[in-house]
Nanobody
């Protein structure tokens, strides 16, 4: 059974940094898509950063140059380093994983949440001005 557990959220002032972690277990796929999404109250879930098993990364424009997605394969953990945080980054952050098949949704549009079936419970990030 695939299980994802996020941690590392918190409250910071604008300009600060946080590092989110996602501990992943229960999957044996060599080919996968993993991603971070966020959802603010009253808004749709938004893809923030994605990492494919071939090392390809994708970022939403609003976080480029500020956020970095990475994975520690030995620990099966996904990370999101968030620097220069802004109040508009405030949201619940979720990690997700999906078995990657060439041409599948997560493969073609890695920041589309409909391409993922496995989700964590989320971790809250709050940025004050």
């Amino acid at each position: 059974q695939v299980r994802l557990v996020e941690s590392g959220g918190g409250s910071v002032q604008a300009g600060g940094s946080l590092r989110l972690s996602c501990a992943a277990s229960g999957y044996t796929w060599k080919n996968y898509c993993m991603a971070w999404f966020r959802q603010a109250p009253g808004k749709k879930r938004e893809g923030v950063a994605a990492l494919r098993s071939d090392g390809t990364t994708t970022y939403v424009d609003s976080v480029k140059g500020r956020f970095t997605i990475s994975k520690d394969n030995a620990k099966s953990s996904l990370y999101l380093q968030m620097n220069s945080l802004k109040p508009e980054d405030t949201a619940m952050y979720y990690c997700a994983i999906q078995f990657r098949i060439p041409g599948s949704r997560c493969d073609v549009v890695p920041l589309d949440p409909t391409g993922y079936n496995y989700w964590g419970q989320g971790t809250q990030v709050s940025v004050s001005s």
